[in-house]
C-alpha cells in the first residue's frame, strides 16, 4: 500500500484562504532532476493569498497547492539530469 499524505488544494480560486480544501494523496517518487521534500513548516505569504483570491497577475488553475515558503528536510532525490 502507498504512503499518504496530507495536502491543502485550492478548489476554486476567487474565494481567499475558504478556498483551501485538505485532501490525502499518494507520496509521490520524484522524477529526473526532482527533490522530495518533508515539509516541517509552512507560511501562506501575500503571493499566496493573491492567488488564492483571484488577484495573482498570471493565470492558476484550482488543486494548486499554494505554498511560497517551506521549510523542510529532502527526503530522495530523482535521477540527476546533466545538460550537455
Do not use: F, T
Not at 38 to 57: F, T
Request: glycine share 10%; net charge negative.
Amino acid at each position: 500500500m502507498a504512503q499518504e499524505q496530507s495536502v491543502w488544494r485550492i478548489s476554486e480560486i476567487g474565494k481567499g484562504p475558504a478556498a483551501l480544501k485538505q485532501h490525502r494523496e499518494a507520496i509521490p517518487s520524484p522524477g529526473p532532476g526532482q527533490y522530495l521534500v518533508r515539509i516541517l513548516s509552512v507560511s501562506l505569504n501575500y503571493r499566496d493569498l493573491a492567488i488564492l483570491s483571484g488577484a495573482y497577475a498570471m493565470p492558476i488553475e484550482a488543486g494548486l497547492v499554494p505554498c511560497s515558503d517551506i521549510a523542510g528536510e529532502i527526503v530522495s532525490a530523482g535521477e540527476v539530469c546533466l545538460l550537455h
